[in-house]
């Protein structure tokens, strides 16, 4: 079946450091990959996507190479910020399957001045 | 451009009652998806609607359904509440159509606490 795996946290960065927050998928087909990002108390935003082996999505600075060799989707950023504290969701979905997005579990980023 | 709207944002339910979540799309967004987040089981699909149809369903019990309006608004409803059943409950709209790698835009969600 379809699945997301990540990195546990939560992550803990000082400001300006940098940030890699692992994650590795398992799918049948060709899946589309996300990274979403959930603010305390608020939905999930779209941080950025890819749709197909070797595209790269990038936004606010992240960035996250579709990788189809390693099946991974790793989220990087090369000087976080404390308003980057948040959890960050990878999610796949299967286009011309079910088209729902599988999660993982969430990484929590936590950055301090 | 408006985004997802929920409503209502809070709710406190007591056992045993029914709870009716709104969801409204972005304009011209034919698919409305359903996700239950809790802490312990994290997000969780519940079910998709396009065009007044009901696409894809998770793996819920029948006390969860739900339904898409000509206008594609979206409602869930939950009967017979449980305790568990307490979590937030997040609406995602999409073009739709029958590739997902439009992305979906996610509402601010619904919170429900059963007591």
């Known amino acids: 079946g379809n699945s997301v795996t990540q990195m546990e946290g939560p992550v803990t960065l000082s400001e300006e450091a940098f940030l890699t927050i692992n994650c590795t998928y398992t799918?049948?087909?060709?899946?589309?990959l996300f990274w979403y990002v959930q603010y305390p108390g608020e939905g999930l935003q779209l941080l950025l996507k890819?749709?197909?082996?070797?595209d790269k999505g990038s936004n606010k600075g992240f960035e996250a190479t579709y990788r189809k060799e390693t099946t991974s989707f790793h989220l990087e950023k090369g000087s976080v910020q404390v308003s980057d504290s948040a959890v960050y969701f990878c999610?796949?979905?299967?286009?011309?399957?079910?088209?729902?997005?599988?999660f993982g579990t969430g990484t929590r980023l936590q950055v301090f001045p | 451009k408006a985004g997802v709207t929920q409503t209502p944002r809070y709710l406190i339910k007591t056992r045993g009652q029914q709870v009716t979540l709104s969801c409204s799309p972005i304009?011209?967004?034919?698919?409305v998806s359903w996700y239950q987040q809790t802490p312990g089981q994290g997000l969780q699909f519940l079910f998709e609607?396009?065009?007044?149809?009901?696409?894809n369903k998770g793996n819920f019990p029948g006390r969860f359904s739900g339904r898409q309006f000509s206008n594609s608004r979206s409602e869930m409803n939950v009967s017979t509440l449980e305790l568990g059943d307490s979590a937030l409950y997040l609406c995602?709209?999409?073009?739709?159509?029958?590739?997902?790698?439009?992305?979906?835009?996610f509402g601010s969600g619904t919170r429900l606490t059963v007591v």
């Open positions: 890819a749709t197909k082996a070797d």
């Open positions: 304009s011209g967004h034919r698919s």
């Open positions: 799918a049948t087909g060709y899946p589309s």
């Open positions: 609607y396009f065009s007044e149809t009901q696409r």
């Open positions: 995602a709209s999409s073009l739709g159509g029958t590739g997902s790698d439009y992305g979906y835009t």
């Open positions: 999610a796949l979905s299967v286009p011309y399957n079910t088209d729902k997005l599988i």
